[in-house]
Structure formats: structure tokens, C-alpha cells
């Protein structure tokens, strides 16, 4: 028992004292009937002056006077008992990365951190709230209620092939604990620990506990990290394989890599491969001429801890086989059309922009200089200085740059450029879009952009090269070169990352049929039925993807291969650095005056009881008369 106002226990003490001190110093009067009041008028005074105090007599009218004084100040004291298991809001954050399908821990990491979560639900009060978020490739709120709600979306959860958003699932958990102020929160993550430092989350709603998953910390892993077919310029009719291992393991590997045909299952080459402890290597493999799909294996006798990442499909398509046909719209001859003509495989037609038909041209690519029309055409687009007062690229401004704060250099547009040559470009200032990204921008703004509108990829070159100077150094015609084999590559056949949205063009129909690696298919529809555009944004498998018209099944649209390509996911050693994250804000601030600590209190039944007494001393006042 505790009081919540303990100072209003004084008067629990105070008012029956004060009133057995006025009994006491007043006396207690008491109507009598006698038969005559004629043999008291004969009794000499007191001699003090005043009358002898006595003991009030035990009546009981005084005893409930008493009782019910001294409950009113146990009322006002506000006596409460502490309830043993207040409601809580636990939010319980699934790993879902590739990591955790490592089978160091029977028979997964993932299988264990379910079971762990289950165990931890079953703890729970019915009356308490659970959330379930899953942190996937992005963080999902799978269900939320009471821990028998929430208990069979948990055992439907399914680990993912990519990396897991931590980060924005304890965001998430933290939204979750927020909108239920009345209740104890607490969020719940079960990891492998297989992840890079997260970056700060912010202002926690409740504390994070990391509960850990993780098997052997010496368990390692051999991974392929990244495959590049590419064309001999000379011979564009020969291509090579680019391979990419990876031994995350503190010992050295023996890495045997079987490289065949996926259509047939043809062995092209078989080699083996030797990676000291925490390495990586590379391997370089002809490809015959009439290969169109190429799958590469880490053919062991006994797969690692996480196999997921042994095996990947890519498509080969023959890029620098044909003439491509590049329409350049440009008010004059500038440095851009010499760059443009100084690729091999280009057929480049010129146009002013008063001569330019949106349709009709046939063209591969259109390049827009300093123009932009009102309509874009169907197709890749490079646009190079866009001009003021267009709907598609908003202009606020020019700009000098004076650093560069962003630069994608794994991109392929940067591939073999020297990006100091951008240093001091005057570029323009336009707004923000959504479907572009940037891959190098100063403070002031991007410089090159890239993205897709109506499921054709565009590049963006926000500066005017003249202006700048970069049309005289080496870094534009690379710039350009790899512009156009970055927009003419076969987006059928291209290689995204899981959980990678994917964009391409929509049939004539407008619906398509979408084919996944296990067989199971779902209709696609246009975001945009005017855009024409499709996007498919649930890629978490790798493997093989068909994209079909749905009019007819058997004509193919597109294809695309997904597969991990993650070195910092592949490394399934788990940190042990797991630190607990406290709450950094708190998210129902206690009223004044209550104890931190959930309690029941009991003053309303007492203030009852008292009012009870109270007419029950009346009563008896009233009939004593």
C-alpha cells in the first residue's frame, strides 16, 4: 500500500484528535427527563469558576464521528497498491535480410528469431498491444492488436534475398509506441547482428532491445559480388565475363566457379579460385558468341552457411553488335555532336528544334540540347542544358560549382571519368523531381541525373558544356559515351538489386503478366494508363523475372534478373556490439501529482464508504432525538 498524497495522512490523525479535544474541553451535554429541577437550586458553585473536564463517553455517534474523520483524511491521502504487470505496447522488428537465412543456427537465423519472438509473445498479457514490423528491403507494418492477433502473421513472416532497413523499421516501431501514450512500450529487435553501425534513428519513443540471433562469431562466407559482361570495342562481337569474388571469412578459400549457359545448363568454363583470409579476387571468362543467358556457381561439395549468394543469372545480350540510330536536336554544331559522331556504332542525325517531329524520326536515342519540346518522345532521352520555362524540368536558377557533395562512382555514367573536370560548371538550378536521382550534384544542385520517365531510361546534364569549359576536356566525350551505352543497354536482361523497383515500358494493352523465379504470376497494370509506364516494385526474390503482354502470353516484353550483389550483406559475421538504445522522448509524460509507477487506486471506494458513514451517523443522530 502507498499513498499517492501522503500529506494529507496529517489529517487522518489531526480531525479525530480536534474532535475528541472539543468533547474533551466542552463537555457532552445530555438531555435527561427528571422529575423536578427544584433540588439542584440549593448546590453551592464550583469553587474553581469552572466545571471539572471529563472523558467524553463512548457513544456510538462519537465513534462515528471519529471513523468518519479519520477516513476522510485516508481519502484525501489517495492510498493506491502498485499493479503487478501494467499494459504494455511491445513492437517486436523481424530482421528480415539475407543474412538471416544463414543456416549457422538450426535450422536458420531467421527460424530462431521467430522462435525467440514467439516465446516473447507468449509472455505477454492479453491485454496488452503488439506490433509486428518486418525490416526487409523496406520496413512493413505486418500486423498489430493483441498478441493472439498478432501471433499468426508471425508465423507467416518469410526472411528476404536483400538488405534489411533496420533503420527505418525502429523509426517505424517507434510511430507505433507513440500512438498509444497510455501504454508501457517497448521495442524488440531480433537480429543476426550482421549489419553495418545504423545510423542515428532519431527521437525514440521507447527502448530498444536487441535480441541477438546470431550463430559462431568465426562463421565466415563466400560470396560472388559482381558480374560485367562487356564487349570488346574493337570486336564487339566477343564478350567477356567480369566475375567478382569475395572470401569473408579470417581464413582462406578454395573457390571452384563453374560458369554455363542457364538456357541448357552447357558448361563454358570451370576454374578455381584462391582468396587469402578477407579478400577479394576476380575472374575474366570468354563467352561464346551465341550465348544469351550466362549463370555462374560456386560449385562446392558442401555449400557455406549461406547459399543464397553462391549462384546468380545474368542476361547477355549483344550490345555492340548493331548501328544505333541517335537523333541530336540542337539550335547549332557544338562539342556534343563531335562526341556523339566519335562513337563507332553511332548514326547520328542532326535536327534544329524547329525541324523536330516528336514522332516519325526511328531513332534509338534522342538527345535534346538546350531544347526541350513540349511532348517527350517514346524512348531514351539525354538531356543536355536544359532550357528555362519547360513543364518537364522546371528551371529556378544557374549556379557555379564550387565542390562536388555527391558522386555516385560505381555508376556506370562515371565509369572512366575524371570528375574533377566538373569543378566549376555552370549548371542549372532545377526542382526537384521524383523519378530522377542524382549521381554527381554540388551543394548548389545536381549536375547529372538519371531516372525514367514513361519506362524509358533518361540522363540529365544539368550544365552547359560550352559555358563551362568541360566540352574541351576528356571527361565529356567519356561522359557522353557511356551516357549512350547507359541508355541503350538492354533493359531487357538488366540486373537489379532485391527489393528494387523496376520500371519498363507497357504494352500495347496496357496490362502485363509478371513471371516470377517460382513460377507464381500477377497481372501488372500501368501506374499511368495515359504514361504507358509499368512499374514493378516486388523484386525481393532473386532470380529470373518474365515480363509478358497479357494479351498474349507467348510474345516476351521483358526480362530482368535479380540477384544479391551485397559484399556488406554476404558478411553474415555478426557484431557484438549490440548495445541497447535508450528512449530518448517520452511518450506520455506522467500528470503531476501520480507516481511513475502504474498503481490502483482505491480513494473512490473509500470516499463511498465515507459518504456512507456519514449518513449512517445522521441516522442515528436524527433517532436519538
Known sequence: MLFLTPLALALALALPVTIFLLHLLRGSRWRVRVPAT?????????????????????????????????????????????????????????????????????????????????????????????????????????????????????????????????????????????????????????????????????????????????????????????????????????????????????????????????????????????????????????????????????????????????????????????????????????????????????????????????SGSGADITVFDGFLPPELPRGPLLIVNPPGGNRLLPVLGTFTTTSLTTVDTGHPLLRGVDIAALTGAVGKRIARVPWARPVVAAGEGPLILEGYGRGYPLVIFTFDPAQSGIDKSLAFPLLVSNAVAYLIADRSGRTVAPGEPIALPAPSGGHALLVRPDGRRQIVEPADPAGGELWIRDTERTGRYLVLDAGNEQAVLSSFSVNLFDRAESDIRPRRDLAPLPATVQASPPAAGTAELPVKEWWRLLAAALVALVGLEWLVFTRRG
Open 38 to 358: 427544584f433540588l439542584w437550586a440549593g448546590l453551592a458553585p464550583s469553587v474553581a469558576g469552572h466545571s471539572r473536564p471529563r472523558l467524553p463517553r463512548l457513544t456510538l455517534l462519537f465513534l462515528l464521528q471519529l471513523i468518519a474523520a479519520g477516513l476522510s483524511g485516508i481519502t484525501l491521502a489517495r492510498p493506491a497498491t502498485p499493479v503487478a504487470e501494467p499494459r504494455r505496447h511491445v513492437v517486436l522488428v523481424l530482421d528480415a535480410s539475407a543474412s538471416m537465412q544463414a543456416t549457422d543456427v538450426a535450422p536458420s537465423r531467421f527460424e530462431a528469431a521467430r522462435a525467440r519472438a514467439l516465446d516473447r509473445l507468449s509472455a505477454l498479457q492479453p491485454s496488452d498491444e503488439v506490433s509486428l514490423v518486418r525490416a526487409g528491403p523496406s520496413a512493413t507494418l505486418l500486423a498489430s492488436g493483441s498478441p493472439d492477433q498478432v501471433r499468426e502473421a508471425l508465423r507467416q513472416a518469410q526472411p528476404g534475398d536483400g538488405s534489411g532497413a533496420l533503420h527505418d523499421a525502429i523509426a517505424l516501431a517507434s510511430q507505433q509506441i507513440a500512438r498509444t501514450p497510455g501504454l508501457r512500450g517497448q521495442i524488440l529487435v531480433f537480429t543476426d547482428g550482421a549489419f553495418p553501425p545504423l545510423e542515428p534513428v532519431g527521437a525514440l519513443a521507447a527502448p530498444v532491445e536487441f535480441v541477438s540471433v546470431a550463430g559462431n562469431p568465426g562463421t565466415g562466407n563466400q560470396a560472388i559480388v559482381a558480374v560485367q559482361v562487356r564487349s570488346q570495342p574493337s570486336t564487339p562481337d566477343r564478350r567477356t565475363a567480369y566475375i567478382e569474388l569475395a572470401n569473408l571469412d579470417d581464413r582462406p578459400a578454395s573457390l571452384p566457379v563453374r560458369v554455363a549457359d542457364a538456357a541448357n545448363g552447357r558448361e563454358i568454363a570451370r576454374q578455381t579460385v584462391e582468396l587469402p583470409a578477407n579478400s577479394a579476387g576476380s575472374l575474366l571468362v570468354e563467352l561464346p558468341g551465341d550465348l544469351s543467358r550466362l549463370a555462374i556457381q560456386l560449385d562446392r561439395p558442401q555449400p557455406d552457411a549461406l547459399p543464397l549468394d553462391d549462384r546468380v543469372e545474368v542476361d547477355t545480350p549483344l550490345l555492340g553488335t548493331r548501328s544505333l540510330r541517335v537523333q541530336l536536336v540542337s539550335p547549332a554544331s557544338s562539342a556534343l555532336r563531335q562526341a556523339l559522331e566519335a562513337i563507332p556504332t553511332v548514326q547520328l542525325a542532326v535536327v534544329s528544334p524547329d525541324a523536330y517531329q516528336a
